[in-house]
Nanobody
Framework: VQLQASGGGSVQAGGSLRLSCTAS????????MSWFRQAPGKEREFVAA????????FYSDSVKGRFTISRDSAKNTGYLQMNSLKPEDTAVYYC????????????????????WGQGTLVTVSS
């Protein structure tokens, strides 16, 4: 599975962006797709996840109510709609996918994941 992330950019606080992550090489049915982010000088952190078949969603507390993860199965593409952006959302955002994220077959949306896309930079200015 190859993942291609796009949609990053620069916005002012309170603005919105939509990130996309398109998969190729395999259908994402039965996969889970997630978004992570890494701010300068900080560790990578989980942002949101969606199970492809049932569409179950998961969010970190820091983005719950502001970000929405979704997918378009026909396009094999996942999305992260980011609203009410804050300067602390500034980071490189990465998409990831796995049939069963987590260790030893234990489902854990925080990972690890087998497949990763390249990052896309989101900058939020105050």
């Amino acid at each position: 599975v190859q993942l291609q992330a796009s949609g990053g950019g620069s916005v002012q606080a309170g603005g919105s962006l939509r990130l996309s992550c398109t998969a190729s090489g395999r259908s994402l049915s039965r996969y889970t797709m997630s978004w992570f982010r890494q701010a300068p000088g900080k560790e990578r952190e989980f942002v949101a996840a969606i199970t492809w078949t049932l569409g179950r969603t998961f969010y970190s507390d820091s983005v719950k109510g502001r970000f929405t993860i979704s997918r378009d199965s026909a396009k094999n593409t996942g999305y992260l709609q980011m609203n009410s952006l804050k300067p602390e959302d500034t980071a490189v955002y990465y998409c990831a996918a796995d049939e069963v994220p987590g260790y030893s077959g234990t489902f854990d949306v925080t990972g690890p994941y087998d497949y990763w896309g390249q990052g896309t930079l989101v900058t939020v200015s105050s």
